[in-house]
């Protein structure tokens, strides 16, 4: 080797030394950085006239595993989503109390049942009767307390949603100012290397919040996309909205028809100004914001719901009343006859039917409706899953009710008609009966307290009696166990728990007696939206029973959520290892190429100094 190729050599030597010096001492100093990632140097031989005369670096290597990279960050949402159910459904625990606590649903619920089975053995006592409205009142408050704290769940769900919005459109508009800094480079240097370190941050951070996947393209250049395929990233990032509402109650809810919608949706306007409902398209289905999204729209409002049927079964055991119809003849034709005044909104006419044609028993269901906005009614509009249900608009008189019984029955070959006063008469088809009306019914709701039965409004929607109406702006059984109280004439007047019309001794204990059986043993169906039963087959049985299983539910639930959050904990952190281990900064192997990099840096000195003496000596010849 020439003396020119030797110092050639040493000085390139020195030079990449002294290059991945600088690397081993950024990554030394970055050990504890977040998202740093460990750098080395490619490094490639360089030549004069075949011969290898030196060393160069070509570029900046970052040590990571990608395919790990891409399993954690998939983990990362799935962790994300499951820790906020975790923590909603932990704080939910607290709301229905610890089961046989002083403050439990079920312990509150029994004591006023308790207190209605010792006013039937002394209905007389006057004691005994305030016992009776005070344990009803505390129920009253029990669940109206339980619907604000379940809605200030829904709530700290909105204000997270809008947060992580926030968040996410941060994150997007970084990833896409780190693209746009990247595409002119052409090779990767210290400097890319750690635009790609904050770039890789962001995109971490982002999948932390939604479930998102990345494509790398050319010049440095990712695509980011959620799962369902929308594109969030490129050069250019689109903009997430939230239109949080300032306060959340059990009515309001999403929808996608803006007029019906009460809580905030989210949206993505992309880089040409086009907008879509990531909602409505079902578009983040993990993350941060797929969790909020399901406690606030989901879980929470099945907690409300299974209250609310709680409320409006109770009330409606305690004050409806089915009064079968009266069996007629009319020529060739035979069926029943069903006085239906004193109907009140949501109260209902029962048909049940046999198709002649198929011999299959048929229930058909009117029920009243004041409102023309509310229909046509859904058949869950009761908690029947085997009914049909019409709803019949009251709101132009009795005039119009008869004609609107007789169209909805029309197509089933009975026949409906208003012999007298208020009296509605269903009649099989004649000769052949190709139809028979098996039993007509009313069933309507109490609005005294002594209305000369055994039924009573003894809880009441606010001041309004409850009857289960449904009208334009939905049911009215939606958050009433925020709305229930015990009536204010019982309040007033307790004896009215026993005395039910004039005349009644004060030691009577028929009402007590009916109070007692509809709310400890007596079967009630509740609707299936409660998530207790199916749609096809609704939990049906006592109200104490109903209620254990409420909370029973909700612990699976929670038990669940605390489960998936610890699985997903143990996968991430076994990715995040594997991940670790790869990329980040190990000081004793660092400390070890230090070593190796000072040995190189000092035998290329030698070289040169050699090679300079030798120079000097052949420049004194």
């Known amino acids: 080797m020439s003396l020119s190729q030797a110092l050639i050599s040493s000085i390139a030597g020195l030079n990449t030394t002294q290059s991945n010096l600088a690397l081993v001492s950024a990554n030394v100093a970055n050990a504890g950085t977040p998202g740093y990632v460990r750098k080395t140097a490619n490094q490639v031989a360089t030549a004069a006239n075949g011969t290898a005369v030196g060393v160069r670096t070509v570029s900046v290597q970052r040590e990571l595993d990608s395919y790990v990279q891409r399993q954690l960050r998939t983990e990362n949402s799935g962790a994300s989503y499951a820790s906020i159910r975790a923590q909603f459904y932990n704080q939910l625990q607290s709301v229905y109390g610890q089961p046989g606590s002083a ?77 746009s800094q990247l595409s002119g480079v052409g090779t990767i240097d210290s400097s890319a290397a750690l635009l790609l370190d904050q770039r890789d941050a962001y995109i971490d951070k982002l999948s ?8 790398p393209g050319d010049r440095n250049q990712v695509t980011v996309f959620t799962n369902s395929g929308v594109q969030l990233v490129s050069r250019t990032a689109s903009t997430l909205g939230f239109d949080a509402t300032g306060s959340v109650s059990a009515n309001t809810t999403w929808n996608a028809d803006p007029d019906k919608r009460g809580v905030g949706t989210l949206t993505l306007t992309s880089a040409n100004g086009s907008t879509v409902d990531l909602i409505q398209t079902n578009a983040i289905r993990s993350g941060e914001i797929a969790g909020y999204l399901q406690m606030r729209d989901q879980d929470l409002v099945q907690a409300q719901t299974q209250l609310d049927a709680f409320a409006a079964v109770m009330s409606s055991a305690l004050s409806n009343t089915t009064t079968q119809g009266t069996a007629v003849t009319s020529g060739a034709q035979s069926g029943f006859d069903v006085d239906i005044s004193g109907l009140s909104a949501g109260n209902t006419i029962t048909i049940n039917y046999t198709d002649g044609l198929t011999h299959t028993p048929r229930t058909l269901t009117l029920m009243r409706v004041d409102d023309p906005k509310a229909l046509p009614l859904p058949n869950d509009a009761t908690a029947n899953p085997n009914d049909r249900v019409v709803g019949i608009d009251f709101s132009g008189g009795m005039s119009t009710v008869f004609g609107q019984i007789a169209s909805a029955i029309s197509s089933t070959g009975m026949v409906a008609s208003n012999p007298s006063g208020s009296t509605l008469r269903i009649l099989n088809d004649g000769p052949g009966n190709i139809v028979t009306v098996n039993g007509v019914s009313t069933t309507k709701t109490a609005t005294s307290l002594t209305g000369g039965g055994s039924q009573m409004p003894f809880f009441t929607d606010g001041s309004s009696v409850y009857s289960g109406a449904i009208d334009g702006r939905g049911s009215q059984l939606t958050g009433l166990a925020g709305r229930i109280s015990v009536n204010v004439g019982l309040i007033a007047s307790p004896s009215a728990l026993v005395k039910y019309t004039s005349g009644v001794a004060s030691g009577d204990s028929t009402r007590p007696d009916f109070l007692y059986k509809q709310l400890s043993s007596s079967t009630q169906l509740f609707p299936s939206g409660t998530g207790i039963g199916t749609t096809a087959a609704p939990f049906s049985g006592s109200m104490s029973t109903y209620l254990r299983q409420v909370i029973s539910v909700q612990g699976q639930n929670a038990d669940a959520a605390a489960n998936l959050k610890q699985g997903q904990d143990v996968v991430q952190n076994a990715l995040r290892q594997r991940f670790d281990d790869a ?7 660092e400390m070890a190429n230090l070593l190796t990099l000072q040995n190189a840096y000092s035998a290329n000195a030698r070289v040169l100094s050699a090679v300079k003496d030798m120079l000097d000596t052949l420049m004194k010849l």
């Open 583 to 589: 990329s980040s900064v190990n000081i004793d192997q």
């Open 103 to 179: 403050t439990a649903l079920d312990t509150v619920y029994n004591n006023f049942t308790s207190s209605l089975q010792t006013l039937a053995s002394s209905p007389d006592d006057a004691s005994a009767q305030a016992g009776v409205v005070g344990t009803a009142r505390l129920l009253a408050e029990q669940l109206n307390s339980m619907t604000s704290q379940i809605q200030s769940l829904r709530n700290a769900a909105e204000l997270g949603l809008s947060d992580s919005v926030s968040q996410a459109n941060d994150a997007m508009q970084h990833i896409a100012s780190i693209n």
């Open 208 to 215: 932390k919040l939604m479930d998102i996947n990345v494509v």
